[in-house]
């Protein structure tokens, strides 16, 4: 639902109730006792009963996310879907809608589609990966995290980012979280879907120090925790 900006905290969650909403009903419509205690349960659960008397509008980014969630919750659904509930959130808000989405779990079913990796991985029971319109992964966050696909497909994005803002080319950092199969050999393609031409200038182990150890390879495996070097341009610069 969209945030009734002009009407308090309070009015948002009343119109989102589940009622009767016909004209005449809504009309003559008087909140029970019942449902009074209903709308201030909810503003205690998205930790805005201080802000219950105040102007929907006059609400931060995230207390905002956090009344809309609310007003998805006076409907009674069975299934929650949450469409990136935090983007724009500063670190704390983020961390506060984590525990929001983790106080509604045995009583909703929630579906999240979200970039922040570390909001998920607060919150996930189960991940699902979409690359390209098709699951690309799925199980726990650590399984998730440390398969060789996913870290492919990030890395593909990262490029592809930093090189189309600079025909300087860009250096990308990264840690394996997974076994010894996260290695240079799977490095080496991890440019085959960039949507432009790229040459890879230097690839290696980062070393102390900051140097790093190119290599000579693609075969080369490594321990969890190794940081790799990837650096490239647009082919022809």
Not at 23 to 48: F, G
Request: glycine share 10%; aromatic share 4%; charged share 20%.
């Amino acid at each position: 639902p969209t945030v009734f900006e002009r009407h308090t905290v309070f009015e948002n969650l009343e119109l989102a109730m589940k009622t009767d909403k016909r004209v005449r009903r809504s009309l003559l419509a008087e909140l029970s006792a019942e449902q009074d205690a209903r709308i201030h349960d909810m503003l205690r659960l998205i930790q805005l009963s201080a802000q219950q008397d105040h102007l929907a509008g006059s609400l931060s980014h995230g207390q905002k996310q956090w009344l809309e969630i609310g007003m998805l919750l006076m409907q009674e659904p069975r299934l929650l879907l949450l469409d990136e509930p935090v983007a724009g959130m500063t670190d704390e808000e983020t961390v506060r809608t984590a525990e929001l989405c983790l106080t509604l779990a045995g009583r909703h079913s929630v579906v999240v589609v979200e970039h922040d990796m570390d909001f998920i991985g607060r919150i996930a029971r189960k991940v699902t990966v979409l690359h390209e319109g098709s699951v690309l992964a799925e199980g726990p966050m650590d399984a998730v995290q440390g398969d060789p696909r996913v870290i492919e497909a990030q890395v593909e994005r990262m490029l592809a980012d930093e090189i189309g803002k600079s025909n300087a080319g860009a250096t990308i950092y990264l840690c394996t979280t997974g076994g010894e199969s996260a290695g240079a050999s799977s490095l080496h393609f991890f440019i085959r879907a960039l949507p432009f031409p790229v040459h890879i200038h230097a690839m290696g182990i980062c070393g102390s120090g900051g140097n790093a150890i190119l290599l000579s390879g693609t075969t080369r495996s490594c321990a969890p925790g190794t940081q790799f070097m990837l650096h490239g341009s647009r082919a022809g610069d």
